[in-house]
């Protein structure tokens, strides 16, 4: 009886760290996300500006002249993931709901910002520019960080390494492609993925 018990104890243990497992991890292995840039081709991006994007070691990356990429298709109410590495001088940024592709900038997108060393600490690394600024301050340079930002209508979540820095509810922009900036320093993304909500 006391065996039976105690494997029968294992087993629902064994059972909860498998469930607990696989919802970790399901977040974005799961169906319904989208690999938008998978580090080998910039198909379903467009550039703007002057930026030197290049491909190497599986990044998208640029250290000179300034601009966007900027996804073909567009985007209302989703999730985001990437990976981010830039110098501690970097200015750099996720432009999310981007009303005018063409002419992308924080006054018609939302700007998650990528940019530790800004003058204005009030919307450093971590913030929406000119709509909230980040929870915490958190320094990114030299090393890779993680971005998970999720648009659902007027709500608006940044998730930078982890740590929540936005929790807001905004109304302004609703859809429209999305863009990954390069302003200064050395900038690289990875692994950019998303889902629909």
Known sequence: MKYALTHASVLVLVGLVTVQYSTGVSGQTGS??????????????NTLGDANWN???????????????VTAES??????TLEFWVDPDANSGIFIR????????????YEVNIFDTRPDQEYRTGGIVNVAP?????NTGDKWNT??????GARLTVVLSGIRTVD???????GEPIALQYGAGVVKFRNVRIRPL
């Open 134 to 138: 980040p929870a915490r301050a958190i």
């Open 98 to 109: 981007c009303a005018d592709p063409q002419q992308v900038g924080a006054s018609n997108s």
């Open 168 to 174: 807001i509810e905004h109304r302004g922009h609703t």
């Open 32 to 45: 319904g996300w989208t690999t938008l840039f998978d580090g080998s081709t910039l198909d379903g991006w």
């Open 147 to 152: 971005y998970d930002i999720t648009a659902q």
């Open 55 to 69: 491909l190497a070691d599986g990044t998208v990356q640029a250290d000179s002249g300034s601009g966007f990429l």
């Open 75 to 80: 985007y209302g109410d989703f999730q985001l």
